[in-house]
């Protein structure tokens, strides 16, 4: 039982991983994105990466909680 719960939450952190180095390769490209697409305005784009990078925060911090909720509901079961 307890080798069980333990691949299960190694299961879960590698999930976690791979979503983390996903939305990093997403905000990547986003960043290449914008920086082809507006090359007239610089003022612009130090508010745009400002608020990607909150944007990227939110969505590591709901990640985090979601894993967190899941390790939770499995302890409880056993």
Known sequence: MMLMLMLLLLLLLM???MMMMMMMMMM???DD???DDDD???D???D???DDDDVF???IVVVFKEVLRIVLIVCLCV
């Open 33 to 35: 994105d914008d920086d």
């Open 44 to 46: 612009d784009d130090d």
């Open 28 to 30: 990547m490209d986003d």
């Open 48 to 50: 745009d990466d400002d």
């Open 57 to 59: 925060v939110v969505e």
């Open 40 to 42: 007239d305005d610089d």
């Open 15 to 17: 999930m976690m991983m």
